[in-house]
């Protein structure tokens, strides 16, 4: 069974750093992308970027481009979202999910979530 | 990038009724690359439909989509109580990729 699991709910302060994290089971890790979505409460979702687990070839929506950091660790099929100096506006539920293509993908196994709370 | 615009903002509907939901985008969608994702309150979206036509695995053959071009439709042949949701399209034929608003199915 395909598994996408993300670590905890954060609850971090305004110019905090973060990393979030997701671990890919049930398919080989390294033969799919691993993308990243953001829904801010009461919203939709929006595509922030996208990385391939076998040789981290990363790509960003230009909306979250130098804002967030996408990376991965194929050793132990885990992919990561991370922030270095948080804001408030970062508040949302981030999904990973598991993506086809680097270049068309559509999401066909997501993670639960994780809540990132930023407050002062 | 390309915008989705989905219609209504609302559909309220009984069970058993058929349900019609629009997604138009702004420019083309390449080889239709347009996928439909259903999200239930305090769950993940799970995708129903991809390439605008194919059901996901799994996915009741009461769910259908079709269109080309700009303009899109999922159909859900006679609801069940589990189908009232928020209902996305997503277009993947252009970076950025992009979703719609959602379309809200609620029990008349």
């Known amino acids: 069974e395909v598994q996408l699991v993300q670590s905890g709910a954060e609850v971090k302060k305004p110019g905090e750093s973060l990393r979030i994290s997701c671990k890919g089971s049930?398919?080989?890790?390294?033969?799919?992308?691993i993308a990243w979505v953001r829904q801010m409460p009461g919203k939709g979702l929006e595509w922030m970027g996208i990385?391939?687990?076998?040789?981290?070839?990363?790509r960003y929506s230009p909306s979250f481009q130098g804002q967030v950091t996408i990376s991965a660790d194929k050793s132990i099929s885990t992919a990561y979202l991370q922030w270095s100096n948080l804001k408030a506006s970062d508040t949302a539920m981030y999904y990973c999910?598991?993506?086809?293509?680097?270049?068309?993908?559509?999401?066909?196994?997501w993670g639960q979530g994780t809540l990132v709370t930023v407050s002062s | 990038e390309i915008v989705l615009t989905q219609s209504p903002g609302t559909l309220s509907l009984s069970p058993g009724e058929r349900a019609t939901l629009s997604c138009r985008a702004s420019?083309?969608?390449?080889?239709?690359?347009l996928a439909w994702y259903q999200q239930k309150p305090g769950q993940a979206p799970r995708l129903l439909i991809y390439?605008?036509?194919s059901r996901a695995t799994g996915i009741p053959d009461r769910f259908s989509g079709s269109g080309s071009g700009t303009d899109f439709t999922l159909t859900i042949s006679r609801l069940e109580p589990e189908d009232f949701a928020v209902y996305y399209c997503?277009?993947?034929?252009?970076?950025?990729?992009?979703f719609g608003q959602g379309t809200k199915v609620e029990i008349k």
């Open positions: 999910v598991r993506g086809w293509s680097g270049s068309y993908s559509y999401f066909d196994y």
């Open positions: 049930g398919y080989s890790f390294t033969n799919y992308w």
């Open positions: 990385i391939y687990p076998a040789d981290s070839d990363t």
């Open positions: 420019q083309n969608i390449i080889s239709n690359f």
């Open positions: 390439g605008a036509s």
């Open positions: 997503q277009q993947y034929g252009n970076s950025p990729w992009t």
